[in-house]
């Protein structure tokens, strides 16, 4: 079983809608979640962590997290075209310093 | 600015060659990793480091070996390319208890044919 999982999409939303993206994780004592940003021929940058049940706002962004469903997701108001990307969840295990990434999101904002 | 350069954005080599990837970081940040991103598969973490001269495996080790031999730079080295390490390259680094604040580098294209 993978440790992270998230459906690859492809997500087409129109410009101005919500955007959401989903994750669940396999490790129960995970404690810290990341959503990552990748456009396409670019390296992943980092754009919401989540450590605690419930949600976390950033601007257009919201992380959710739901430990008891080991579930994780990226709510994106007001979406924009310059959203199109590849979203990528990240998990951290419970040994320290490595985490482990999903397959990723794929993501359009249509105009 | 927080910096993470690869000595190459593509590479061409041939079966069996020995292959060199660098990655150096202007941060001073303590852990750098390597990964390797196929399409379907995500990032699945080849090494990483957390001091000068150590070094961790990760999810999937072998056919590589890595060095690092001073804070800023981590070396990545195929011993003998094979076409199955065809892969996007890409290197990150943290601070030391950061490990999820990771900056990756812009990634080495290599092709082994």
């Known amino acids: 079983q993978k440790e992270v999982e998230q459906n690859s999409g492809p997500l087409s939303v129109p410009e101005g809608a919500i955007a959401s993206l989903n994750c669940t994780y396999s490790?129960?004592?995970?404690?810290?979640f990341f959503w990552y940003r990748q456009y396409s021929g670019k390296s992943p940058e980092l754009i919401m962590s989540i450590y605690s049940n419930g949600d976390k706002e950033d601007g257009r962004f919201t992380a959710q997290l739901n430990k008891a469903s080991q579930y994780v997701s990226l709510l994106i108001r007001d979406s924009q075209p310059s959203d199109s990307a590849t979203y990528l969840c990240?998990?951290?295990?419970?040994?320290?310093?490595?985490?482990?990434f999903g397959t990723g999101t794929s993501l359009t904002v249509i105009p | 600015d927080v910096k993470v350069t690869q000595s190459s954005r593509y590479l061409v080599k041939r079966t069996g060659e020995k292959v060199f990837l660098e990655c150096v970081q202007d941060?001073?940040?303590?852990?750098m990793f390597w990964y390797r991103q196929d399409p379907g598969l995500g990032l699945r973490l080849i090494y990483f480091?957390?001091?000068?001269?150590?070094?961790e495996k990760g999810d999937i080790p072998e056919g590589y070996s890595v060095s690092r031999e001073k804070k800023e730079r981590f070396s990545l080295i195929l011993e003998s390319a094979s076409t199955n390490q065809t892969s996007m390259y890409l290197c990150?680094?943290?601070?030391?208890?950061?490990?999820?604040?990771?900056?990756f580098g812009p990634g080495t294209r290599l092709t082994v044919t």
């Open positions: 990150a680094s943290s601070l030391l208890f950061r490990s999820y604040e990771q900056y």
């Open positions: 941060m001073d940040h303590e852990n």
């Open positions: 480091s957390y001091d000068v001269k150590m070094k």
């Open positions: 490790d129960r004592v995970s404690q810290s």
């Open positions: 990240a998990v951290n295990s419970n040994t320290g310093n490595q985490f482990y």
